[in-house]
């Protein structure tokens, strides 16, 4: 994953903050595995340098990665990494454009994993794949705790009380079953029932 640590150092110049190989470990994880075997079909909301995108690829082995991001100067970024890791362009389409509002043509109909790196709006009516599917949110920027604030009640910024608004949607949402877990900075996962 050499390309990862400079789709990183990337990032770091353009003023985005990728996933932590941790996360991104996860994010393989997830994309690998299903009923029936890695996911053919990812969607990402946030593509950021191709950080995250690196390792859904990574894990999906096969398929199409569509990733939506409102800068295409990430995307440019993250097209030329995506190439140089030999990702042919046929396994990644990238849209620009707002992933709450974006919905790609021509979506596969059995979208198997989808993934948000992007703020804390997105809701689990924002995505809908089938049901059974995982759908990982690393949001804003992967950091679901938003370190550590989301837990503690006395933390009411905005961006901390629309995590927090996040997570209890997708826990109290009956079409989704979800967990947020400690990897990276916060990892919400989701799987549509």
């Known amino acids: 994953m050499e390309l990862a640590t400079f789709?990183?150092?990337l990032a770091a110049e353009v003023g985005v903050t990728p996933v932590s190989p941790g996360t991104g470990a996860m994010l393989a994880m997830l994309a690998s595995v299903g009923s029936?075997?890695?996911?053919?079909?990812?969607?990402?909301?946030?593509?950021?340098?191709?950080?995250s995108a690196?390792?859904?690829?990574?894990?999906?082995?096969?398929?199409v990665l569509t990733t939506i991001d409102i800068e295409g100067e990430y995307q440019r970024v993250a097209k030329r990494i995506f190439a140089e890791?030999?990702?042919?362009?046929?396994?990644?389409?990238?849209?620009?454009?707002?992933?709450?509002?974006?919905?790609?043509?021509?979506?596969?109909?059995r979208t198997t994993c989808c993934s948000s790196t992007a703020t804390a709006t997105t809701t689990p009516s924002a995505r809908r794949?089938?049901?059974?599917?995982?759908a990982p949110a690393a949001c804003s920027r992967s950091?679901?705790?938003?370190?550590?604030?989301?837990?503690?009640?006395?933390?009411?910024?905005?961006q901390t009380v629309a995590l927090r608004e996040l997570v209890k949607s997708f826990r109290?949402?009956?079409?989704?079953?979800?967990?947020?877990?400690?990897?990276g900075d916060g990892l919400l996962i989701a799987v549509r029932r």
């Open 54 to 63: 690196l390792w859904l690829l990574r894990g999906m082995h096969d398929g």
């Open 143 to 158: 950091t679901a705790c938003w370190r550590g604030r989301v837990a503690d009640p006395t933390a009411r910024d905005v």
């Open 129 to 134: 794949p089938r049901p059974g599917c995982c």
């Open 85 to 109: 890791a030999g990702y042919l362009s046929g396994r990644t389409r990238l849209i620009t454009g707002r992933g709450s509002t974006c919905s790609p043509a021509g979506r596969p109909a």
């Open 7 to 9: 789709a990183r150092g």
């Open 172 to 183: 109290d949402h009956e079409e989704w079953s979800s967990a947020l877990t400690p990897v």
């Open 36 to 51: 029936s075997g890695s996911a053919r079909a990812v969607i990402e909301i946030g593509t950021g340098t191709g950080v």
